[in-house]
């Protein structure tokens, strides 16, 4: 009698007769088409192009969520330091320390002042003295001049500024109604000034100036512009952007400014011009910094 049996290992085919008998036939694979073939080497030269662009991809984007933070911060500072300014007399000096307070948040001064008592240690242990040592060293690395009034002009200032004496205390028979009680007299000199108060009872009229139609409220406006250089830490990112804005940029006086600073900071150091504007009223009378008395010269126009 002959059986005949077929089994599925390794295409093994056995027939029974007294003895049993194997006999082992070779698997065949079927053969992949070219196409297919020549296919299968392209993933690693496809992956070899595409990941220095994905990680340059996601550096720039690091590095840009940087910079508008930085924009944020800059932001902020010049709000407030044009607050400040309205309530001293659009005095320059009261608005750049508030200024220099703020951006102190992002802690960019020289490398040889970043120490424990400024940048280190704020970080490590927020506090009062470390604040103001980096506030001062904020001051001390950014030389340029980082806030501009852009209004009022000093045309619209000649125009609107009246003279004005100040109250000044005095005591005995200097003060003139000292029988009444009176501690105060009128200073013997004046200073000029854009007036705030009784708005309602003064002039009102349209003046022309350079053009523009401009009246006391219009004059009671603070206009401030504000700069600030960003020093770019991410790696290739940086030059891109930077490399980028100088061909648009590469003339300016902000940005000449900020690459004087860069070298400061040391070698490979890419900074770019961050500007911020701010319109407030004034809460003061506007005045002429630093010649109050004569309203010329102005160091705030």
């Known amino acids: 009698m002959f059986l005949s049996a077929n089994k599925n290992l390794s295409e093994i085919s056995c027939w029974r007769f007294s003895l049993q008998i194997c006999i ?14 020549r296919e299968k080497g392209q993933a690693l030269p496809e992956m070899i192009i595409v990941f220095p662009l994905v990680v340059i991809l996601i ?32 005095y320059v000096s009261s608005m750049e320390k508030t200024f220099y307070d703020r951006m102190a948040a992002l802690g960019q001064i020289l490398p040889a002042m970043r120490n424990g008592s400024t940048t ?43 003279r004005f004496n100040e109250l000044e205390s005095c005591s005995g028979s200097s003060c003139p109604f000292s029988r009444y009680g ?23 009229t349209m003046q022309d100036i350079d053009g523009v139609d401009v009246d006391l409220q219009d004059a009671n406006l603070l206009g401030i512009r504000s700069r600030y250089c960003y020093d770019m830490e991410v790696p290739v990112a940086n030059f891109i952007i930077w490399r980028t804005l100088q061909v648009s940029q590469g003339a300016s006086q902000d940005w000449l ?16 011009p961050l500007t ?26």
């Open 59 to 90: 550096m720039s984007i690091l590095q840009i969520a940087l910079i508008y933070r930085g924009k944020a911060t800059l932001n902020n500072a010049t709000f407030l330091a044009a607050r400040a300014g309205s309530l001293n007399h659009g």
């Open 276 to 301: 911020g504007r701010s319109v407030v009223r004034m809460q003061t009378d506007f005045r002429c910094e630093n010649n109050e008395t004569k309203g010329v010269d102005c160091e705030n126009l």
């Open 120 to 162: 280190e240690g704020l970080y490590d242990k927020p506090g009062r003295v470390n604040l103001l040592a980096t506030q001062v060293a904020m001051k001390a690395t950014h030389t340029y001049d980082p806030i501009e009034v852009i209004w009022p002009t000093q045309a619209v200032f000649n125009r609107f500024a009246v």
């Open 182 to 204: 009176g501690k105060f007299r009128l200073a013997q000199e004046s200073v000029y000034q854009i007036p705030i108060e009784n708005m309602d009872a003064r002039d009102q």
């Open 24 to 37: 082992f036939l070779p698997t065949v694979t079927p053969k992949e088409p070219k196409s297919i073939a």
């Open 257 to 272: 400014a900020c690459q004087a600073l860069a070298r400061l900071f040391g070698e490979n150091r890419f900074m770019i």
